[in-house]
Each structure stands twice: as C-alpha cells, then as structure tokens.
T-cell receptor
Framework: DAKTTQPTSMDCAEGRAANLPCNHSTISGNEYVYWYRQIHSQGPQYIIHGLKNNETNEMASLIITEDRKSSTLILPHATLRDTAVYYCTFYYGQNFVFGPGTRLSVLP | SQTIHQWPATLVQPVGSPLSLECTVEGTSNPNLYWYRQAAGRGLQLLFYSVGIGQISSEVPQNLSASRPQDRQFILSSKKLLLSDSGFYLC????????????FGPGTRLLVL
C-alpha cells in the first residue's frame, strides 16, 4: 500500500521550471509533507517541507493543495546539477516512508 | 550547526563475516536516529530507529541489529553477512520537535561477496 505516488521519471530543459507532483492521499491533517532529493551515491538532501500553506526557500517552492492530498515541488530554474531522484514523504506512525521517487533529468 | 558522520564510506566483506557500521551526530542532543538501506535503483527501506539510548525499534526482521550506546551514536551490526545484505546504508537523524526534518549522512556502500 503505497503511501506516496510520484511519476517514475521526468525530463526538464535547463533553465526552465521543473514541476514534480506527488499524491499523498493518506496523509493525516497534522502531518507535514517533506521533499528530499538524492544525487547518485550520496545521502538524500532535505529540500523543503510544509503543512498547509505554500512554502518557498532558496532551493524550491512547495505548493500543497487545499485538501492536502497532493503537492508539487517547483524548481524555478532547473540546472544540470538538479538532476537527481526526488522523494516526497511524510511521517507515517513514527517514521518517514519513502517511495521510489521521481528521477528528474535536466537536459541541456 | 549539526553534522552527521558515517564510516566507512565503502566496505567489501565476504559472506559470513561480521559487520559494524557507525554513525555519529554532532551539534544536537537527544536526536531520533535511523538506519535505512537502499538497494541499487530502489527507494529507502527503514531498518531501525531509536528515540533514546538503549531504545531500538526494528522495522524489518533480518540478520541485522542496531545499538545506541551513547546519545549521539548509532551502530548497525551483523554477526554473519549474507549476499542480500549488500546495499547502500544510510544513517539519519531528526530533532525531537514535531515536524522536524530528517537529515541524512553520506552513507556506507556495502558489497558482500
């Protein structure tokens, strides 16, 4: 029973915005949504998290739907270094549950 | 600032040999600590987590074990490695506050031959 659903892979042109969707229909009302990314052979890197309101930091923006069943991570100007696997996750019980994520390829 | 260390970075071990991977966190106290395993091209599988010294919860039954002898030290062990234990092992920590983000170490790549 997958807790999050993400596209397996996506391509994005360098300099364009990358929009990565995630469905998390089983999330409870007080759980945050978190996004991480993993570049090959490295540990996952925290990107951003949010509860209800949209969030923005120096790396990305996070848009959460009003019903909180889905969210979108936005990389406003993707670079080649943004090529990675992107995971959305949330606390389930006492722990994060990570799905297989979305492999984003930024193309020159 | 907080940092998390893991060692070794890579390890090649024969089947049946013991294993000890270490993780330490600096710059925080009372962290929640986690061990994950990642098979090639796959997502993260939670193995163990700990909310305090000597407190270990296991998520997946297997021939691995974990221990937390000190507040900021988390150890993953095995008495006899199997071929299926090969993978990328990641340690992570979170703070105690609700909604705290999880931060990962650089990982240990284990190859069992």
């Amino acid at each position: 029973d997958a807790k999050t659903t993400q596209p397996t892979s996506m391509d994005c042109a360098e300099g364009r915005a990358a929009n990565l969707p995630c469905n998390h229909s089983t999330i409870s009302g007080n759980e945050y949504v978190y996004w991480y990314r993993q570049i090959h052979s490295q540990g996952p890197q925290y990107i951003i998290h949010g509860l209800k309101n949209n969030e923005t930091n120096e790396m990305a923006s996070l848009i959460i739907t009003e019903d909180r069943k889905s969210s979108t991570l936005i990389l406003p100007h993707a670079t080649l270094r943004d090529t990675a696997v992107y995971y959305c996750t949330f606390y389930y019980g006492q722990n994060f549950v990570f799905g297989p994520g979305t492999r984003l390829s930024v193309l020159p | 600032s907080q940092t998390i260390h893991q060692w070794p970075a890579t390890l090649v071990q024969p089947v049946g040999s013991p294993l000890s991977l270490e993780c330490t966190v600096e710059g925080t106290s009372n962290p929640n600590l986690y061990w994950y395993r990642q098979a090639a091209g796959r997502g993260l599988q939670l193995l163990f987590y700990s909310v305090g010294i000597g407190q270990i919860s296991s998520e997946v039954p297997q021939n691995l074990s974990a221990s937390r002898p000190q507040d900021r030290q988390f150890i993953l062990s095995s008495k006899k490695l199997l071929l299926s234990d090969s993978g990328f092992y990641l340690c992570a920590w979170t703070g105690e506050l609700a909604g705290a983000s999880q931060y990962f170490g650089p990982g240990t790549r284990l190859l069992v031959l």
